[in-house]
């Protein structure tokens, strides 16, 4: 069966730093990954999308990346700020059927330290 | 803006009541879901439904229920709520491409406690 990982847990980061958070899968080559941020006691909300044949997304202080031979998404945040203080999640997305399928990590919790 | 609203907030019934949970989305979506969150498991699919009157168990469906009679609405049901059953139960909808693994829209989440 299709797995997810969101490597850590949790990651303490200085304000200022780059966050990097790593989402790994295993088994079926996805069709896209997802990144959604989550405040506590909310839903989450949706942040990026790279498909497949896509190496490299970005969207003003975030990049997503996409290497598909190590099975990989990295998440980058530049810059970053006690706002960014969050939980991120991944998203696997792939299809084997009429309607795909879609299965989210754990998430990794972030905090920014000013 | 999309918007995908959830009854309520918070609530807190007892063990063998019948509880409804009501997601509406304001942005003519096809697809929507139930997700319930619990700390170390994550998101799980609990049901989702690609059209009116149209449902699919997901990964968790036992001991609910669901039902879609209006293409806004979508509601999940505990016949008989339990205590394995209190945590985060998160509604979300898609855009009309009929695919699941499009963008998800989550709602505000309603946390559930049964006593």
């Known amino acids: 069966s299709q797995k997810i990982e969101q490597n850590s847990e949790a990651l303490n980061i200085q304000e200022g730093k780059t966050a990097t958070l790593t989402c790994n899968y295993t088994n079926y080559s996805p069709a896209y990954l997802q990144w959604y941020r989550q405040d506590p006691g909310r839903g989450p909300v949706f942040l990026l999308l790279?498909?497949?044949?896509?190496k490299e997304k970005r969207k003003e202080r975030l990049k997503v990346t996409f290497d598909t031979t190590l099975k990989q998404s990295l998440f980058h945040i530049t810059a970053s700020q006690p706002a960014d203080s969050a939980t991120y999640l991944c998203a696997l997305v792939w299809y084997g059927g009429s309607q795909g399928n879609l299965i989210f990590g754990k998430g990794t919790k972030l905090s920014v330290k000013p | 803006d999309v918007k995908v609203t959830q009854s309520s907030r918070y609530l807190v019934k007892r063990t063998g009541e019948k509880v409804f949970l009501e997601c509406v989305q304001d942005?003519?979506?096809?697809?929507m879901f139930w997700y319930r969150q619990d700390p170390g498991l994550g998101l799980r699919l609990i049901y989702f439904s690609y059209d009116v009157k149209m449902k699919e168990k997901g990964d968790i469906p036992e001991g609910y229920s669901v039902s879609r009679e209006k293409k806004e609405r979508f509601s999940l049901i505990l016949e008989s709520a339990s205590t394995n059953q209190t945590s985060m139960y998160l509604c979300?909808?898609?855009?009309?491409?009929?695919?699941?693994?499009?963008?998800?829209?989550f709602g505000p989440g309603t946390r559930l406690l049964v006593l």
């Open positions: 942005m003519d979506h096809e697809n």
């Open positions: 790279i498909r497949e044949n896509e």
């Open positions: 979300a909808s898609t855009p009309p491409s009929g695919r699941r693994g499009e963008t998800q829209y």
